[in-house]
């Protein structure tokens, strides 16, 4: 057990480092991109299924409620949270809709859309994704490091993993960092 906890530790920390360095650039991008957003009153939409929809909600909270510092609210808004309307899409069109008729509802030219999908290719999400681009939203894409959501984005951020777990502790920390940043940027800058 202890060879098992210490290759998750070691692979996790190896890939993370490999990420970071390789997409420093981007992120700092990111950042203004989305500070650029709200400063413009304009909105953060995210999506994703399973644990990536989980990592919507959690991401969305940093954004609407604070992250390091007490400031006002920023807006975003997880496209995974709403029972009614995800199972009222999914029985009367089909799942591969719940996020696409979302953004058709919300999605403003300006907003940008958050997508995750550790595969690249969670049909729901791609479809969510073409949509939100024909809007004129901003497209944040986390994925693995395969699939049509690296093509699709304005912002890949792919990680070199084919190990759902070590990609999901990647895309979790890179949100982190970009709350981080663009609250400063937002409310300092």
Known sequence: MRAIIQQS???????????????????????????????????LLLFGNGGSAADCQ?????????????????????????TSIITSIGNDYSYDDIFLKQIQALGDTGDIALAISTSGNSPN????????????????GFSGNK????????????V???VTARIQEVHILLAHI?????ERMVFNG
């Open 9 to 43: 530790v070691d692979d996790s920390i190896r890939i993370k480092k490999e990420f970071f360095t390789r997409n420093r650039d981007q992120i700092e991008s990111c950042a203004e991109l989305l500070t650029s957003a709200f400063k413009s009153k304009k909105k």
């Open 58 to 82: 959690h991401i969305a909270a940093e954004f609407i409620n604070r992250f390091r510092m007490d400031r006002r609210p920023l807006p975003a808004l997880a496209l995974t949270t709403d």
């Open 125 to 140: 999400v791609i479809k969510a994704v073409m949509e939100a681009k024909d809007l004129g939203l901003s497209i944040v």
């Open 147 to 158: 699939g049509q959501l690296k093509e699709l984005s304005d912002f890949p951020f792919c």
């Open 160 to 162: 070199d993993s084919d």
């Open 178 to 182: 970009l709350c981080d940043l663009t």
